[in-house]
């Protein structure tokens, strides 16, 4: 295995997983908060979109999914607070887009030579993610990173257990 295929390996994964957690969830339980001061599960998702996006733009300009107007908007911090299930997506919104991003980001991935991968990142990342394949790395343990938020809200609601 290269280091492309490591890299599409974990982002697969991650969204793997992730899927695994939202399999059977509601629309109506994509609104529910982890703990207090957390946020929901359908900003998480739109946060996720939205900052997969942001990072691919970042060292591929021009190869990231388009996302539908306003929706950084509605996935930004300010947004965060808000419990109206109506400035939010639906699951499948969610996971269809999901998949439209994902694809941009492998086929960006998939352009890259090796070579290309230690090639110096942007500038407001070079503190935490110096390289391309750095961001590439950051791109695919994201999900994961929320995805354990999912737990404690699928044992308050009785859901089998699935990793």
Same mark, same amino acid.
């Not at 695919?140 to 938020?149: D, V």
């Given at each position: 295995?290269?280091?492309?295929?490591?890299?599409?390996?974990?982002?697969? +994964?991650?969204?793997?997983?992730?899927?695994?957690? %939202?399999?059977?969830?509601?629309?109506?339980?994509?609104?529910?908060?982890?703990?207090?001061? @957390?946020?929901?599960?359908?900003?998480? %998702?739109?946060?996720?979109? #939205?900052?997969? #996006?942001?990072?691919?733009?970042?060292? @591929?300009?021009? *190869?990231?999914?388009?996302? &539908?107007?306003? =929706?950084?908007?509605?996935?930004?911090? *300010? /947004?965060?607070?808000?419990?109206? !299930? /109506?400035? =939010? @997506?639906?699951?499948?919104?969610?996971?269809?887009? /999901?998949?439209?991003? $994902?694809?941009?980001?492998?086929?960006?991935?998939?352009?890259?030579?090796? /070579?290309?991968?230690?090639?110096?990142? !942007?500038?407001?990342?070079?503190? +935490? =993610?110096?390289?391309?394949?750095?961001? =590439? #790395?950051?791109?695919?343990?994201?999900?994961? +990173?929320?995805?354990?938020? %999912? #737990?404690?809200? $699928?044992?308050? %609601?009785?859901? &089998?257990?699935?990793?």
């Amino acid at each position: 295995m290269n280091a492309k295929q490591a890299l599409q390996s974990s982002i697969d +994964m991650s969204w793997q997983v992730l899927n695994k957690y %939202l399999d059977d969830l509601s629309d109506a339980d994509l609104m529910l908060r982890p703990g207090p001061g @957390c946020n929901h599960i359908a900003w998480q %998702l739109g946060h996720l979109l #939205v900052a997969e #996006v942001g990072l691919l733009s970042s060292i @591929c300009p021009g *190869e990231a999914a388009e996302l &539908p107007a306003g =929706f950084a908007e509605q996935h930004n911090k *300010e /947004a965060a607070p808000s419990d109206d !299930p /109506a400035k =939010f @997506c639906t699951k499948q919104q969610y996971l269809d887009l /999901a998949q439209k991003v $994902r694809s941009a980001t492998s086929a960006a991935l998939e352009k890259k030579s090796e /070579a290309d991968l230690d090639l110096p990142g !942007p500038e407001q990342y070079k503190t +935490m =993610f110096p390289t391309v394949g750095s961001l =590439f #790395v950051v791109i695919g343990s994201h999900p994961l +990173m929320h995805a354990g938020q %999912l #737990v404690p809200i $699928r044992r308050a %609601l009785g859901k &089998p257990i699935v990793m």
